[in-house]
């Protein structure tokens, strides 16, 4: 008995050791070394996103905000840095810049913040058309700094800035100055904003909208997506004025953005199929669609060259974000679907998506992978980190209305070793921003 006594004591002692297997012990986390200096985005707090179909703006959550978010160590102890910064969703999620040597960041205001009063009864109607343009110093990204705050023309639409950051070049509204003008050249040195110059833009119509002018990765060379007629054109800037480059390319319906690939040689349109002849103008548009356009596929009989329309892939419904991988393998648009709608609308998707899609970067051969609906609302823009194995998207709300703000959401690319089609993965880390998240990009 009495040795049947100790063995049990010795059992019991044994249970109660500590485990000391160090897989167990390991603080174990998949996969996520999101690569970049830091992120920048702008979020519009003036707004509910229901508002683009009642007008009604519903309750503020603080002001209109530049909001940058330095990387490095794990995306869970990210944060953001935020400084006010007047800007709109109204538009394409192109509202914001940072010049190549990461420095400065430039915002354009499309409409103003609104302005003080009764919240439960102000509407869209309540907002002014903006014409600001701010830099903000980035010197020290935990402390943005705005520098430089001037006037431009009327309801800018989008801002883009060329590689050596000295040119900008920004859109305009037909509602605004686009009446008159669609675009400016506006000179960048040593952090300040020079007088801005509206040249004249070979075979355009006022009566059409330019929404977005894009840089060329390393010429002097601008692609206008001009959504009135599903056109894709490019000019070259010659000192302050502008001269057709090649063929206008025929893009599809209503393109919202381009974008180049990393090596200059193709040109990424998206197509929202928005429109007064669609159903809704937007709230029941069909799917959407990415094009690729190769640059200089040949010569045309005049010497010029001639651009050509390569490759097409399907996308979720308004797919207004596009965003290409630093190795120029990937594109992932933004689905806004129709989570923006009123609760109490029928017709609301309680989900957004993206759509992942393969480029070949030696055929321009697009290849839709799948869509990846996801719990959010509105999400307008994404960014690859500088490894192109990872994704930042914003989320401009959230279905849940006791979460305050939007928040910068991080997605990897993975592959099941036994299948290597690329695939997107949802993390469970984020960072929160000031709600209204609409436009970002990164600096590598």
């Known amino acids: 008995m009495k040795l049947n006594a100790i063995a049990r004591s010795i059992l019991v002692g044994l249970f109660w050791l500590p485990i000391t297997n160090p897989v167990l012990g390991q603080d174990r986390v998949a996969p996520m070394a999101f690569q970049g200096r830091y992120l920048v985005s702008v979020s519009d707090a003036d707004m509910l996103s229901s508002a683009y179909v009642d007008g009604l703006l519903g309750p503020r959550e603080g002001r209109d905000v530049l909001s940058v978010i330095p990387l490095g160590g ?10 006010e910064a007047s800007n709109s969703v109204a538009g394409p999620p192109v509202a914001v810049v940072v010049t190549p040597d990461g420095r400065y960041a430039i915002v354009v205001e499309t409409w103003t913040q609104r302005p003080e009063g009764n919240e439960t009864e102000q509407t869209f109607a309540d907002l002014s058309h903006g014409n600001r343009l701010q830099v903000f110093d980035l010197i020290t990204p935990t402390q943005p700094i705005l520098v430089q705050d001037v006037a431009i023309a009327e309801r800018p639409d989008s801002i883009s800035i060329n590689a050596d950051g000295s040119l900008i070049a920004v859109t305009f509204h037909p509602a605004g100055a686009g009446s008159e003008t669609p675009l400016a050249l506006i000179p960048f040195s040593n952090g300040q904003i020079g007088e ?10 006022l009566a059409e909208r330019i929404i977005h002018a894009e840089w060329h990765p390393s010429r002097d060379v601008l692609a206008l997506a001009n959504e009135t007629t599903g056109e894709i054109s490019f ?7 502008l001269r057709a480059w090649g063929n206008v390319v025929q893009a599809e319906k209503a393109p919202y953005m381009v974008r180049f690939t990393p090596d200059g040689r193709y ?26 356009l190769r640059l200089e596929a040949g010569t045309q009989a005049d010497g010029s060259p001639r651009h050509a329309l390569v490759s097409r892939a399907m996308t979720r419904v308004s797919p207004e974000g596009i965003a290409i991988s630093p190795n120029g393998r990937y594109i992932v648009t933004t689905n806004l679907e129709r989570s923006y709608l009123p609760y109490d609308d029928n017709r609301i998707t309680w989900f957004s998506s993206l759509t992942l899609i393969t480029l070949d970067p030696a055929t321009g051969q697009l290849s839709r992978v799948a869509d990846y609906p996801y719990d959010g609302i509105l999400p307008e823009a994404a960014a690859f980190d500088a490894s192109s194995q990872y994704v930042a998207v914003v989320n401009y709300d959230h ?9 910068i959401d991080f997605w990897r690319i993975a592959a099941d070793p036994l299948n290597p089609q690329p695939i997107l993965v949802q993390t469970r880390y984020s960072v929160s921003v000031t709600r209204g998240a609409h436009s970002m990009v990164l600096v590598p």
């Open 235 to 241: 000019v070259e800037v010659t000192g302050m004025t």
């Open 74 to 83: 794990h995306v869970r102890d990210l944060q953001a840095y935020e400084v």
């Open 399 to 407: 279905f849940d209305d006791r979460i305050q703000g939007g928040s």
């Open 267 to 292: 040109a990424i349109a998206n197509a929202l199929y928005w429109g007064a002849d669609v159903e809704g103008r937007w709230t029941e548009a069909p799917r959407g669609s990415v094009v690729s």
């Open 196 to 205: 801005p110059i509206y040249p004249t833009v070979p075979n355009f119509s």
